[in-house]
Every structure is written in structure tokens, then in C-alpha cells.
């Protein structure tokens, strides 16, 4: 199957996954791992639907998603990494900012990734060198420096031990940049530096499924992604710290704001 057949698959399927959303009510959070760490009935439901089209799609495709354990060999033939509502606190607490996110991967490297946004109807799409669009127009990244961009950066809820190094760089952020942002959903924060809208986002601890396909809409829209420390991304199964901005912005972070 062509990537933009697939592409055009996973596009279909987050928009109908994202009726689900719009039309959720009485949502009820369920503790995974502590209580920030939730799910609910209608992430599972969207990863069902999702993963229903997609392997009527591509029939041999394999799955590697944030819930009930779906998790195949990332190094599959073909292979989907599903978010099915990637800033799950926002959507329960009807915060209007969160996404539906899936890459499409094989043998591990990310060919094609889609990530739409239903509240505000915003479609990120990218495909491995085919550039990277907001609702079919294309985006890139800022030109500016770190002091003339806005920063976005996320809190790792489950990890409350890097709490103290997580704020001690988000200060850092804000007193070089111009402002920071906490936003709560990493795929959306990646996407809003592919599109200039900020020059920058890091997190000190996140999954796969969080920045598998931001990362490839914002390498195609000029970006790139690292560990925090500059260390390059293995975009294996656990999980990962990431900064992912401009080269220009990388190195103003790693030399203003990263050393103690
Ligand atoms: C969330 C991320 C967010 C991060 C949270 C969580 P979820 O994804 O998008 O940036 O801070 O820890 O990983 O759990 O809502 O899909």
C-alpha cells in the first residue's frame, strides 16, 4: 500500500476517533499508576476504533499503543504507534487540548504521522521527506532564537522525582526565552514548534506514543529531536526525555540553560 494511501487511512481514522471525543460526556478518570497517571473509557474506545480501521487498511499491520497493552515489535514490517488521546488530564477536566496521534513505522524508521487536534480542527500531517502541513498548507520551524520564542515544556505527572529539575529548567526557559507553556499534550506541544509557533519543548520523561509522529512532523518541518542532554532520541519502548526545537534554539538551550 502507498504511504499516502496509508496516510490517507490514518487521517480517516483519527477523524472519526475524534467524534468519540467531541461527543464525550461524564468522564471518568481511572487511576493506572498513581493519579495522574489516568485513562478512560474513551481512550480505550479510540484506540479500538483506530485500530479496527487501520488493519482493514493494511491487514498485516502491527500495533504499538499506549493502552491495554498492545505493544508488537517495534521493529515490525509495518507497524502503527497509537496515542489514542494524548493529553488524557486535559480531556477530563474539558480543557480543549488534546489529540489523537498515530506514526506509521517500517522496521522501525517513521515514514508517515498524522496528528489532529479536534478542538480547534487543526490536522498535522508529515511523510519521511515530504515536508510537514497544517491542514494541508505546509509549516516550518522558527527562525528566532531562544530569547524572541516561546517555550513549551511538560511536567513528566508520573515522575515526580524530576519534578524540582523539570521547574529548575522551565525557569530557565522563561527567564531566557519570552514566556513558557505547559499545555499538556507533547505531541501537540511538538506540532506547535513544527508550525513557529513556539521555538522549543522539552519534557524530562515521556513514551513513544507521546512523540513518535510529532517528531516526524517536526524534523520534516525543519526541526529537530534530542534527549534533553543533546544525545540522540532511540525511539525505543521505554521511556525517553526529549528537546526538540531549531538547531539554533538546541544550542541556546544546551549551553544557557541545561548546565547546573
Ligand atoms: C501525556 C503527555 C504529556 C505528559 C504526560 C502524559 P497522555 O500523555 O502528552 O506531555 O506530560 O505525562 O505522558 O498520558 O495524556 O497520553
Not at 205 to 216: K, Q, V
Not at 223 to 235: A, E, F, I, K, N
Amino acid at each position: 500500500m502507498e504511504r499516502s494511501a496509508i496516510l490517507a487511512a490514518m487521517v480517516a481514522a483519527e477523524r472519526e476517533g475524534a467524534q468519540l471525543m467531541l461527543r464525550a460526556h461524564d468522564v471518568l478518570a481511572e487511576a493506572k499508576t498513581d493519579r495522574r497517571n489516568v485513562v478512560t473509557e474513551y481512550d480505550r474506545a479510540v484506540q479500538e476504533l483506530l485500530v479496527r480501521r487501520l488493519r482493514e487498511a493494511l491487514p498485516e499491520a502491527r500495533f504499538f499503543c499506549e493502552e491495554m497493552d498492545q505493544q508488537d515489535d517495534l521493529q515490525a514490517e509495518a507497524l502503527f504507534i497509537i496515542d489514542p488521546i494524548d493529553g488524557t488530564m486535559n480531556f477530563v477536566h474539558g480543557l480543549g487540548h488534546s489529540c489523537i496521534s498515530v506514526a506509521f513505522c517500517r522496521h522501525g524508521r517513521r515514514e508517515a504521522a498524522a496528528v489532529y487536534n479536534p478542538y480547534r480542527d487543526e490536522l498535522f500531517t508529515a511523510s519521511l521527506g515530504g515536508g510537514a502541513f497544517l491542514n494541508g498548507r505546509p509549516i516550518h520551524v522558527t527562525e528566532a532564537p531562544l530569547s524572541e520564542s516561546v517555550v513549551c515544556f511538560g511536567s513528566a505527572p508520573y515522575n515526580p522525582e524530576l519534578t524540582e529539575e523539570t521547574f529548575r529548567l522551565a525557569k530557565g526557559c522563561y527567564v531566557q526565552g519570552l514566556d513558557v507553556r505547559r499545555e499538556g499534550s507533547a505531541e501537540l506541544d511538538l506540532c506547535t514548534v513544527a508550525a513557529g509557533r513556539a521555538g522549543l519543548y522539552f519534557e524530562l520523561s515521556i513514551s513513544l506514543w507521546d512523540y513518535a509522529a510529532g517528531s516526524l512532523i517536526l524534523e520534516e518541518a525543519g526541526g529537530l529531536c534530542r534527549q534533553v542532554d543533546g544525545s540522540p532520541l532511540d525511539y525505543g519502548p521505554g521511556r525517553s526525555s526529549i528537546l526538540a526545537g531549531t538547531a539554533r534554539t538546541l544550542e541556546d538551550f544546551l549551553r544557557e540553560i541545561l548546565p547546573v
